[in-house]
């Protein structure tokens, strides 16, 4: 059975940091993506990485405040956030199989880890 379990969100004031995780189990993934839902707006796609790291992929909204990576030896996906804004809050989702922004294209997805960020 594949799995996806995200863990670290949190309540955080803007301008901190959070780190979120994803571990897989039951599979391995080429190619893996986050992608968040706030309150009232469709899911987006955030980020997303290669099994080797050396492609990664971000939104306009994220690029430079956030990084993807992986620990293949742990089958885990991180996703660092710093330079935390208001507008970051959402649930938090990771999706394998895909390394693209459309979101049809992945096959597996988490439940999502909600992070909140105050004023």
């Known amino acids: 059975q594949v799995q996806l379990v995200e863990s670290g969100g949190g309540l955080v004031q803007a301008g901190g940091s959070l780190r979120v995780s994803c571990v897989v189990s039951g599979r391995t993934f080429n190619s893996m993506g986050w992608f968040r839902q706030a309150p009232g707006k469709e899911r987006e796609f955030v980020a997303a990485i290669s099994r080797s790291g050396g492609y990664t992929d971000y939104s306009d909204s994220v690029k430079g405040r956030f990084t993807i990576s992986r620990d293949n030896a742990k089958n885990t996906v991180y996703l660092q956030m710093n330079s935390l804004k208001t507008e970051d809050t959402a649930v938090y989702y990771c999706?394998?199989?895909?390394?693209?922004?459309?979101?049809?294209?992945?096959?597996?997805w988490g439940q999502g880890t909600q992070v909140t960020v105050s004023s």
């Open positions: 999706a394998g199989g895909s390394s693209s922004r459309v979101q049809r294209l992945y096959d597996y």
